[in-house]
């Protein structure tokens, strides 16, 4: 098992910045692939991004290419999500996500945390 906790959410206006974090307890981290996904209200839970087990490589969803940067710490057992020129839009629930296979795809992930409220004000 792994128990992810994030942190880090608030309200915020348009164009400004958030970091959130998520820290990861139970099994080695380093093992699994990480994830950012979201959930806006009355919509399904989207891909944000992901970062590989090492940190060398990163996927992000084009909504938030060029905005939102990912990045982990293995050591700290941490995988944090800076997020800048936030939009209106970008209001949601954020949600860190572990999986062993990687990927995209919601179902591919394992082991989620309880979410953090970000909203971004116009």
């Known amino acids: 098992q792994v128990q992810l906790v994030e942190s880090g959410g608030g309200l915020v206006q348009a164009g400004g910045s958030l970091r959130l974090s998520c820290a990861a307890s139970g099994r080695t981290f380093s093992n699994y692939v990480m994830g950012w996904f979201r959930q806006a209200p009355g919509k399904e839970r989207e891909f944000v991004v992901a970062?590989?087990?090492?940190?060398?490589?990163?996927y992000y969803a084009d909504s938030v290419k060029g905005r939102f940067t990912i990045s982990r710490d293995n050591a700290k057992n941490t995988v944090y999500l800076q997020m800048n020129s936030l939009k209106p839009e970008d209001t949601a629930v954020y949600y860190c996500?572990?999986?062993?296979?990687?990927?995209?795809?919601?179902?591919?992930?394992?082991?989620w945390g309880q979410g953090t409220q970000v909203t971004v004000s116009s």
């Open positions: 970062i590989s087990r090492s940190g060398g490589r990163t």
């Open positions: 996500a572990a999986t062993w296979s990687g990927g995209s795809t919601l179902n591919n992930y394992d082991y």
